[in-house]
């Protein structure tokens, strides 16, 4: 079992939808949370990071569960421009070890 | 806008070469990843440093794969001999806090 899952999709939506995607981790000494954004043949970069009360940024809200050990990403009103792959990151505790899901991938349809 | 850079951006190489890919971290960042990504696997951590000392290489195959960092100024990932397995994008990253990191573009390795 991989210690970080995600649905690999794709996922298409219609522009303006809402859509969610989850990811599951199985290492309880998780510490820090993450999304990255990765756009095809680029490199990823960070989206968000996760706070366990949650938190928002724009039309992007994560939440975090540590109960049930899973991370979620809402986009709201999607633009062609979020077509891309979202990655779930998780950080070990005491460590610098990133774990990265192998992605989301997102389709906004015009 | 400071960026991580790789070279080479591309490498095609025939099975049994030695490999080097390099990397310049951001100027002041003291933790640098290096990361391998497959279609099946990925994104995979290789090895990482921390002020240049290695921290963590157990990602990484040990008997054809070697990381270093002769100075703040480079990391280098070295595969010999290579293998056609080994055919991947290899994504050097550079952080200052635990909290971000900032890739570079990467490498694109084909070993025939």
């Known amino acids: 079992r991989k210690e970080v899952e995600q649905d690999p999709g794709p996922f298409n939506v219609p522009e303006g939808a809402t859509v969610a995607f989850n990811c599951t981790y199985s290492n309880s000494a998780s510490q820090s949370f993450f999304w990255y954004r990765q756009d095809c043949r680029k490199e990823p970069k960070l989206l968000m990071s996760v706070y366990s009360s949650g938190n928002e940024d724009g039309r992007f809200t994560a939440q975090l569960n540590r109960a049930s050990q899973y991370i979620s990403l809402l986009i709201r009103d999607s633009k062609l421009s979020d077509s891309a792959t979202y990655l779930c990151?998780?950080?070990?505790?005491?460590?610098?070890?990133?774990?990265f899901g192998t992605g989301t991938r997102l389709k906004v349809l015009a | 806008d400071a960026r991580v850079t790789q070279t080479p951006r591309h490498k095609v190489t025939e099975m049994g070469q030695e490999v080097t890919m390099r990397c310049q971290p951001i100027l002041g960042h003291n933790t640098v990843f290096w990361y391998r990504q497959t279609m099946m696997q990925g994104l995979e951590l290789l090895a990482y440093?921390?002020?240049?000392?290695?921290?963590?290489d157990s990602g990484m195959p040990k008997d054809r794969f070697s990381a270093e960092m002769p100075d703040a100024t480079l990391a280098t990932l070295k595969i010999q001999p290579s293998e056609p397995r080994d055919s991947a994008v290899y994504f050097c990253a550079s952080g200052l806090s635990s909290y971000e990191q900032y890739f570079g573009p990467g490498t694109r390795l084909t070993v025939t």
């Open positions: 990151v998780v950080l070990l505790s005491g460590t610098y070890k990133y774990i």
């Open positions: 440093f921390r002020n240049r000392a290695p921290l963590d």
